[in-house]
């Protein structure tokens, strides 16, 4: 079998709260191959935008280890921590796609500039910019800015910036949250689209059960913590 894109073993994650330590979860383990898409389900505070942290290297597990594209992520090695931090950076920059409930587009760039701007970052070739904008049906409106478009033309832009970088991952934090409910279907039939034709994994944080099942591989959060194909 192909090496997962993505593999987490036995994460445990807590937070201060006063005196105390409040877990979010503990033991939870997940496999996701390429071309895969995963759900994380669970009610608001389950821990759904922690984990995305976790996979992302923006937060730190208190226990087990995270497998990225073949790099192992083990906090417990001593004097390890700066040297994942550098190998996180250089992941987020080239090869794992991140996405918001809000667009994060810089305002004082076009849409264009946007989308290149994270191709040049990602080490892409820019020519393909203004194709991405224009397979998410947005390229005539290239040379507007943020402020001038709508929330689901943002949220396509958001989508183009992460294609652009042909990553390995992409991690959605409730991509469609801001969006009314058709302007939410059409940006998500666009997601699973793209990915299917890419093949890059996906994990997609969602409240939404009609979204969560269009994945392959749901873990609810708030019932038990293993998810994925077995070892
Ligand atoms: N930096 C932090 N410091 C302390 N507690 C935190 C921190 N970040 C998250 N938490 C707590 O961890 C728990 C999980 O939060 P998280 O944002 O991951 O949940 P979520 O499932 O994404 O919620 P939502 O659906 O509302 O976005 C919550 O109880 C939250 O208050």
New binding site residues.
């Given amino acids: 079998m192909n090496q997962p894109v993505l593999e987490a073993r036995d994460l445990s994650k807590t937070?201060?709260?006063g005196a105390e330590r409040?877990a979010?979860f503990s033991g939870l383990s997940v496999s996701l191959a390429a071309g895969q898409s995963l759900a994380l389900m669970?009610?608001?505070?389950?821990?759904?935008?922690?984990?995305l942290?976790l996979f992302c290297g923006l937060e730190r597990p208190d226990n087990g280890v995270i497998t990225l594209l073949g790099e192992r992520f083990d906090y417990r090695e001593a004097g390890a921590a700066g040297q994942q931090e550098k190998r996180w950076a250089r992941l987020r920059r080239r090869q794992i796609g991140v996405m918001f409930q809000e667009a994060n587009l810089m305002p004082a760039l076009s849409l264009l500039d946007n989308v290149r701007l994270r191709a040049r970052l990602a080490e892409q070739p820019l020519e393909q910019c203004q194709t991405w904008l224009e397979r998410l049906g947005i390229g005539e409106l290239a040379e507007r800015y943020p402020d001038q478009v709508s929330g689901g033309q943002r949220q396509r832009a958001a989508l183009a910036m992460v294609f652009a970088m042909n990553p390995d991952l992409i991690l959605a934090?409730?991509p469609t949250g801001s969006l009314d409910r058709r302007t939410a279907e059409e940006v998500t039939a666009e997601l699973f689209r793209l990915q299917a034709e890419t093949g890059v994994a996906l994990v997609l944080?969602t409240?939404d059960p009609e979204l969560a099942e269009q994945c392959q591989v749901t873990l609810d959060?708030a019932h038990g913590n293993q998810a994925g194909p077995a070892p």
């Fill in positions: 937070f201060a709260s409040i979010v669970g009610r608001s505070g389950s821990g759904k935008s922690t984990l942290n934090d409730e944080a409240h959060l």
